[in-house]
């Protein structure tokens, strides 16, 4: 079998985390703000000891490490992703997500521009099909120092070894289709922007424990979230306020920037004057982890 890295792509993400995503088939991401209790990163499972570097053993090496190995957890906080950071200071990390797809395949232009023009760093998971749509308007976003590329996988999927689901999403399949779920869009923005991402969020925030530590394998870290931002894109733009303002420092905001019909910009625009007004400042995760 050829590199995965040969392979063709096979299908037409105080921090702020912009991750405003479409489910690639149906049903409601992050439905709830909820997630004061979530802790941080716990230490991924020791499944592979050989430390050898993906590019060296791609594809059919993570089949072959992983071929009977039974995850234990599933869920948005199992070992190995990050859902806040630690700091004495007054920092939160925004994140925003696109996922593509039919519905999800828009862009916040006046999101974006809000955050360029008061000077707001984030950190912006990007799904592989919505890169195909927004090719220009991707690489602009990658240019701009204030912000921070992520991979928000191939194909939008729950990241599972043995095709869990959520939100009636079918997971992928096995290892190595777990590994093609990150590794394809890892490489395409690395070929458009000549930098590998460092973080990784799966479509619906869903991992198993096994599926994180092939991500690990592949030089990137599980970004998860203390804070859900925006229900999905789905919160009033009241909502989207009131779960900013519950950040505290170190927290990592779930939102989204490919949903430009919803409130999440407009929570965002008035939530924004009185976190400064508090003392908080914006972060890339990259800057603190």
Request: overall charge neutral.
């Amino acid at each position: 079998m050829q590199p995965v890295r040969f392979i063709a792509l096979p299908v037409a993400g105080l921090l702020f985390v912009l991750s405003a995503c479409t489910p690639a088939t149906s049903g409601q991401e992050h439905p709830s703000p909820s997630a004061s209790s979530r802790t941080a990163e716990r230490p991924a499972p020791d499944v592979d000891k050989s430390g050898e570097s993906v590019r060296e053993h791609p594809e059919e090496r993570i089949r072959e490490t992983y071929r009977g190995v039974t995850p234990k957890e599933w869920g948005e906080q199992v070992r190995g992703v990050i859902t806040r950071f630690e700091t004495k200071e007054p920092l939160i990390a925004l994140t925003f997500d696109a996922c593509g797809g039919p519905r999800g395949s828009k862009f916040d232009q006046a999101l974006v521009d809000h955050l360029i023009r008061e000077q707001i760093p984030a950190t912006l998971f990007v799904n592989s099909r919505w890169i195909d749509a927004n090719r220009d308007t991707f690489l602009r976003l990658s240019e701009n120092p204030l912000f921070e590329i992520g991979n928000h996988g191939t194909e939008h999927r729950p990241l599972s070894v043995n095709g869990r689901s959520v939100y009636g999403i079918r997971g992928t399949s096995d290892p190595a289709h777990a590994f093609r779920e990150v590794w394809l869009n890892h490489e395409k923005i690395r070929n458009l922007t000549g930098r590998e991402p460092k973080f990784f969020r799966a479509g619906t925030a869903y991992y198993d424990e096994v599926a994180v530590r092939i991500v690990h394998e592949t030089g990137e870290r599980v970004a998860g979230f203390d804070v859900v931002g925006d229900g999905g894109a789905r919160f009033s733009a009241s909502q989207v306020k009131q779960a900013l303002l519950s950040a505290k420092p170190g927290s990592i905001v779930i939102l989204h920037f490919n949903q430009p019909n919803g409130e999440t910009f407009e929570g965002l625009r008035q939530a924004i004057p009185v976190l400064k007004q508090r003392g908080f400042r914006f972060v890339k995760l990259e800057d603190v982890l």
